[in-house]
T-cell receptor, first 114, second 116 residues
Framework: KNQVEQSPQSLIILEGKNCTLQCNYTVSPFSNLRWYKQDTGRGPVSLTIMTFSENTKSNGRYTATLDADTKQSSLHITASQLSDSASYICVVSDRGSTLGRLYFGRGTQLTVWP | EADIYQTPRYLVIGTGKKITLECSQTMGHDKMYWYQQDPGMELHLIHYSYGVNSTEKGDLSSESTVSRIRTEHFPLTLESARPSHTSQYLC???????????????FGPGTRLLVL
């Protein structure tokens, strides 16, 4: 069964600290993996996208890594800011259909405290 | 910031009422989607469209219906709302895959629906 599992479910860190969010998936065949940031009451916004051949992708203070062999990805946030408080969603796309179906994780709820 | 809009942002309505959730995008995207998301849960695809006059049901069974008469507009309708329809509804759009497997969906702000 194609699934996307994220950990931890929630995380609280102090402003200025770093953190790493995890994503494990069983989606096959694999096309790409995205990390989205979803602020409370808003729609998700894409942070990074990686295909099979890409191991790492950065977007400012966000760095995503992908290990396609172990089917794991991580999102590292450096020098966290209060505005980083949000849900971070891992999304994996397959190549099994013309739709390029997306499998969503439940997200990690990150709270940054001052 | 993506140019995709949803109205209303919040809606409280009684059981049995007919409602239409609006979604519009100004990016000229062919593909549009409707997702349902409950608090702390993953997004579930309920409808999608590849273009004008094309609509398909998604993975999650839904009593809602959609239409795609214009490229930029993808409304979702519930003929008779029930408390079980209470949820957040997210609309998204994407351009046709540029061929590199990096198609990105752009999401609207969502509509939070409460059916009493």
């Amino acid at each position: 069964k194609n699934q996307v599992e994220q950990s931890p479910q929630s995380l609280i860190i102090l402003e200025g600290k770093n953190c790493t969010l995890q994503c494990n998936y069983t989606v096959s065949p694999f096309s790409n993996l995205r990390w989205y940031k979803q602020d409370t009451g808003r729609g998700p916004v894409s942070l990074t996208i990686m295909t099979f051949s890409e191991n790492t992708k950065s977007n400012g203070r966000y760095t995503a890594t992908l290990d396609a062999d172990t089917k794991q990805s991580s999102l590292h946030i450096t020098a966290s800011q209060l505005s980083d408080s949000a849900s971070y969603i891992c999304v994996v796309s397959d190549r099994g259909s013309t739709l390029g179906r997306l499998y969503f994780g439940r997200g990690t709820q990150l709270t940054v405290w001052p | 910031e993506a140019d995709i809009y949803q109205t209303p942002r919040y809606l409280v309505i009684g059981t049995g009422k007919k409602i239409t959730l609006e979604c519009s995008q100004t990016m000229g995207h062919d593909k549009m989607y409707w997702y349902q998301q409950d608090p702390g849960m993953e997004l579930h695809l309920i409808h999608y469209s590849y273009g004008v006059n094309s609509t398909e049901k998604g993975d999650l069974s839904s009593e809602s219906t959609v239409s795609r008469i214009r490229t930029e507009h993808f409304p979702l309708t519930l003929e008779s709302a029930r408390p079980s329809h209470t949820s957040q509804y997210l609309c998204a759009s994407s351009e046709s895959d540029p061929g590199q497997g990096k198609e990105t969906q752009y999401f609207g702000p969502g509509t939070r629906l409460l059916v009493l």
